[in-house]
């Protein structure tokens, strides 16, 4: 487990997709619904780089990160990060 600060979240979801993220848990396969939340989470960033590449730059574009930060978020070096930013 890292050191980061968490925060938490709540939020809403249908009652079919509550019963499969109960069953993930209860199967034993995540010890904790936020195990299975945080994994897919992770999962879904490392396979969309396009949407790696929006968050990046709408945290780069409101300053809350460093365009060395959303190299490594977008997983390019800082010389393509800038080639794809100019292009947005």
Avoid: C, H, W
Avoid at 53 to 81: D, F, M, V
């Amino acid at each position: 487990m890292n050191n980061k600060k968490s925060s938490i979240f709540t939020f809403t979801v249908p009652s079919e997709l509550k019963l499969l993220l109960e069953a993930a848990q209860q199967i034993g396969y995540y010890d904790s619904l936020s195990e299975f939340l945080r994994d897919t989470i992770r999962y879904t960033l490392e396979n969309k780089k396009n949407l790696r590449i929006a968050i990046a730059y709408e945290l780069y574009t409101q300053k809350r990160i460093s365009i060395g930060k959303a190299s490594e978020i977008i997983q390019t070096n800082i010389e393509e990060t800038k080639e794809i930013f100019a292009d947005r």
